[in-house]
């Protein structure tokens, strides 16, 4: 148990994973910047998705990859506790540049070795790959071979997400490869993913009104899904809380026999890209 305890496990905090499992898992959590007309924030740390959304109603907050004193801060934590090696899962690098500056700084330091993933997800696309990780460790698995497995869970997770509106993902440069809509007009509302090859977001679907959204995640999530292989299952909400405690009522109903199931609440930084108002579903094959 002690040479495993070596091995430690870093995210960012757009991972938005709850803090009981950071906690039970031991996750190094680095994060991201947020600049307002008062100053920097640090998300997660001095500044919360609802703040954010007040915010939005008044100025357009800016987001900002850790500063490198920020990265190097965390990695001289985890030396100090004594850890060796690192398995590192980042927002995708299609929406931050947070991944590439800690493959920089992992180049960079001394007496640790660490493994930088590109997680090509976002929230809980990146939060359940980390605790996968973190689990593998504790359960004894070598570092390469931990490495090996968080390569397939980037691979076999499917993540979907409704926004109510696109105006913040244009305004901050986020839009990726979503197709642009009436929406506010004809009350379409879209359904996002993350393309596991670039790590850029794009259309998955679009409904009609707000009360569609929660079941065409169900379907999204069930057409991906593949009877007999074991799996995790995510549910997120971003500032409407009741309707992820009905989603997730009505999606453990149809998909009872997962590995984990993890409920977020969507963190600051992907908050002032996507707003309030937000519903999110995914499905992680773990074999």
């Known amino acids: 148990m002690l040479d ?11 991972a938005d994973i709850p803090e009981e ?28 998705s609802r703040d954010i959304y007040k915010r939005l109603e008044t100025e357009l ?18 030396k100090r506790q004594g850890y060796t090696k690192a398995i590192a899962v980042m927002l995708s690098g299609g929406l931050s540049g947070t991944v590439n500056h800690l493959r920089l700084a992992a180049e960079e330091a001394d007496d640790l070795e660490i493994a930088v993933f590109d997680s090509h997800s976002g929230s809980i696309g990146i939060g359940v790959t980390a605790i996968m990780a973190a689990e593998y460790i504790e359960n004894g698995m070598s570092f390469e071979d931990v490495q090996e497995r968080v390569k397939k869970l980037i691979g076999q997770t499917n993540i979907f997400f409704s926004v109510d509106t696109l105006e913040h993902l244009h305004k901050g440069g986020r839009i990726g490869k979503v197709t642009a809509m009436a929406g506010s007009l004809l009350n ?9 090859n670039d790590g850029e977001i794009y259309t998955a679907a679009k409904v009609r009104g707000h009360k569609a959204v929660a079941r065409k995640l169900q379907m999204l999530v069930k057409e991906v899904y593949e009877s007999g292989r074991p799996y995790n299952l995510m549910i ?6 009741e309707e992820g405690d009905e989603l997730e009522k009505e999606i453990k109903a149809m998909f009872p026999d997962y590995h984990h199931f993890i409920r977020v ?19 992680q094959y773990i074999d």
């Open 21 to 48: 499992w950071v906690t039970r898992y031991h996750i190094f959590v680095l994060p991201l910047i947020i600049r307002c007309e008062d100053g920097e924030h640090h998300d997660g740390v001095d500044i919360t």
């Open 61 to 78: 907050p800016k987001t900002s990859t850790p500063s490198g004193e920020d990265i190097e801060k965390l990695l001289e934590e985890i």
């Open 265 to 283: 609440e969507i963190g600051a930084t992907l908050s002032v890209y996507i707003g309030s108002g937000v519903l999110g579903a995914a499905i």
């Open 236 to 241: 997120a909400d971003g500032g409407v809380p």
């Open 4 to 14: 495993n305890q070596k091995i430690a496990v870093i995210t960012d905090s757009c």
């Open 188 to 196: 379409i509302k879209p359904i996002l993913s993350v393309d596991k």
